[in-house]
């Protein structure tokens, strides 16, 4: 136990001198981070409740929806605002959402988010007063508690913080007897009926977790990219990504997402910059990781852990 | 007042008769064990009881209150527990966990997520003792075998504390030399706790020692019920061994 608390450590450190390797590390790190949330996030439905959501990014975009029309429609710059605010709209899409697709399950459960999540993505695209439609918006001068922040090594800071603050609630939170709970519905619902359970109201629970650390995550995108559109934070292959993420680190571990987010990030980045189809390159990987190491990289590092 | 009572229950599935105008009535802290041929409706009237399964009509009444139309979360809420044939048990959960879900669920620390389960250290013991007692080793459960994961089953129903606990063959799939000390556990612990158990069994050796009243179940209806003489009736021999 001790000595994964030094490879924490250690990480930790290592993330925290990232922004003296120069600005494009930070850049790349600072999305890692931000999509290791939100890969977590997802996973608080996929590996511990057994409910796989291809509508995230519904969430995602809804806290970066929240900062850029607050910045577009009221001139609100202040980032104590700006945050808390793209946790209460997520928290409520949660709750509407949620309230529709956990009376499902599997395919049905999994169809619903993209339906919904496409009916985000379309309004954002078609209610271009509103939203810039395509185009979408531009986030800049943004202050936290007055002070400007301007250079991106800056912004990483904040967005170091608030991953690390959502790794720790998010262990707390699967490891609590509500956590312990959600891992029953998945492995039996029937039992977990009989155990005195509502099904419904602890699956709820768990979407309205994973919408609001995913919306938390959506809006430190939005402010530390300093641009959104519809594609890019809501669009289905953002919320497919998530996915890839989460099975690529291994669904059934907790570090899992996040190990996956970073790969996946860091991956895609030097992919891109080398040859033109990230996306064969990313499917192919995919492909690879489903049929040879089904538990994901540190399902397999964790199973080879216990095997000595 | 009886614990449990039914009143003209009836489940049919198609043209089967499952469960036809069962009429019956339990008291406190007894125990009752249901036989009967395969088929003969055993199963549904436990489903209909916990609420896995809804009556087509007639009524259930738990401590004098009417259940029929309740989910079975809240059933289990009021006081009804129960175990399955084939056991339904949290695979990758270990096996203290499973216990552990239950403890929570009763002492209503479900929904708690702001404090992790290592510091639920009395139901935690609660857990390890319950396990012990039913010698279930403390196992990831997808590794455990069948007569421990059919053990578990039940131990998760107790670890409730019903005041009514719905057993579907405990000791089924337990080898012979082992059953009589299952049930010898499962019936201490019920004694201990005063809670009331319907059995679904096959073993009438385990039915006569055990049960203070036996119901006989034929085509979805209660052919004869009474003590361990019962089994000795001609008519119910007929049905059982289909002489």
């Keep these: 136990?001790?000595?994964?608390?030094?490879?924490?450590?250690?990480?930790?450190?290592?993330?925290?001198?990232?922004?003296?390797?120069?600005?494009?590390?930070?850049?790349?790190?600072?999305?890692?981070?931000?999509?290791?949330?939100?890969?977590?996030?997802?996973?608080?439905?996929?590996?511990?409740?057994?409910?796989?959501?291809?509508?995230?990014?519904?969430?995602?975009?809804c806290?970066?929806?929240?900062?850029g029309?607050?910045?577009?429609?009221?001139?609100?710059?202040?980032?104590?605002?700006?945050?808390?605010?793209?946790?209460?709209?997520?928290?409520?899409?949660?709750?509407?959402?949620?309230?529709?697709?956990?009376?499902?399950?599997?395919?049905?459960?999994?169809?619903?988010t993209i339906a919904l999540a496409s009916l985000f993505y379309?309004?954002?695209?078609?209610?271009?007063?509103?939203?810039?439609?395509?185009?979408?918006?531009?986030?800049?001068?943004t202050y936290i508690f007055g002070h400007e922040i301007t250079s991106i090594i800056e912004f990483y800071y904040v967005v170091l913080i608030f991953f690390i603050a959502s790794i720790l609630i998010l262990r707390i939170i699967l490891k609590s007897p509500f956590g312990l709970t959600l891992q029953a519905i998945r492995d039996s619902e029937l039992r977990a009926r009989f155990a005195g359970i509502s099904i419904m109201k602890y699956r709820l629970g768990a979407f309205i977790v994973s919408g609001v650390f995913t919306g938390m995550s959506g809006a430190l995108y939005a402010l530390f990219l300093g641009q959104i559109s519809p594609d890019d934070v809501l669009g289905l292959t953002?919320?497919?990504?998530?996915?890839?993420?989460?099975?690529?680190?291994?669904?059934?571990s907790f570090v899992g997402p996040i190990v996956g987010a970073f790969v996946f990030t860091y991956l895609k980045?030097?992919?891109?910059?080398?040859?033109?189809y990230w996306y064969m390159v990313a499917g192919i990987i995919i492909v690879g990781i489903v049929l040879f190491v089904p538990m994901g990289i540190m399902g397999e590092v964790e199973r080879r852990i216990r095997g000595f | 007042m009886e614990l449990l009572k039914t009143e003209r229950l009836k489940k049919y599935f198609g043209e089967v008769h499952a469960v036809d105008n069962v009429s019956l009535e339990i008291g406190q802290s007894e125990f009752i064990s249901i036989v009967g041929p395969n088929g003969s409706g055993k199963t549904t009237l436990v489903n209909l009881i916990s609420g896995a399964l809804m009556p087509d009509t007639g009524v259930i009444y738990?401590?004098?209150?009417?259940?029929?139309?309740?989910?079975?979360?809240?059933?289990?809420?009021?006081?009804?527990?129960?175990?399955?044939?084939?056991?339904?048990?949290?695979?990758?959960?270990?096996?203290?966990?499973?216990?552990l879900v239950s403890i929570l669920s009763r002492d209503r620390y479900s929904s708690v997520f702001y404090r992790t389960v290592d510091r639920f250290g009395e139901a935690r013991k609660e857990a390890f003792e319950l396990l012990e007692r039913f010698s279930i080793p403390l196992r990831l459960v997808a590794e455990l075998p069948h007569g421990h994961r059919k053990l578990l089953d039940v131990a998760m129903a107790l670890a409730l504390q019903p005041k009514l606990v719905l057993l579907d063959e405990p000791t089924s799939g337990i080898s012979l030399e082992e059953r009589d000390q299952v049930m010898g556990t499962?019936?201490?612990?019920?004694?201990?706790?005063?809670?009331?158990?319907?059995?679904?069994?096959?073993?009438?050796?385990?039915v006569a020692e055990y049960s203070d009243r036996i119901l006989v179940m034929h085509e979805g209806k209660i052919l004869k019920e009474g003590g361990k003489e019962i089994l000795e009736d001609e008519e119910v021999r007929k049905v059982l061994i289909g002489e």
């Design chain 1, 122 to 141: 379309a309004l954002a695209h078609k209610l271009r007063p509103i939203t810039g439609g395509d185009d979408g918006i531009r986030v800049y001068e």
């Design chain 1, 269 to 276: 980045a030097f992919v891109s910059s080398v040859a033109l």
């Design chain 1, 63 to 67: 806290g970066a929806y929240t900062v």
């Design chain 2, 186 to 206: 499962i019936a201490d612990v019920l004694k201990e706790k005063k809670v009331a158990a319907v059995i679904v069994e096959h073993d009438m050796d385990i």
């Design chain 1, 238 to 252: 953002r919320s497919g990504e998530f996915v890839a993420m989460t099975i690529l680190g291994g669904f059934t």
């Design chain 1, 1 to 61: 136990m001790r000595d994964y608390r030094i490879v924490y450590l250690a990480a930790a450190v290592l993330l925290f001198l990232v922004p003296f390797t120069g600005e494009y590390a930070t850049y790349l790190t600072g999305l890692a981070l931000l999509f290791g949330v939100a890969a977590l996030a997802l996973n608080v439905l996929l590996g511990y409740t057994g409910l796989l959501s291809f509508g995230n990014a519904l969430f995602f975009g």
């Design chain 2, 62 to 99: 738990f401590e004098g209150k009417d259940i029929t139309k309740l989910p079975a979360h809240k059933r289990v809420k009021l006081g009804i527990g129960r175990s399955f044939q084939i056991p339904m048990v949290y695979e990758f959960l270990s096996s203290l966990d499973n216990v």
């Design chain 1, 69 to 112: 029309l607050l910045i577009k429609h009221f001139d609100i710059t202040a980032i104590e605002i700006l945050f808390p605010a793209s946790i209460a709209a997520s928290f409520v899409v949660a709750v509407l959402v949620g309230f529709i697709c956990v009376r499902h399950t599997r395919i049905y459960f999994t169809m619903l």
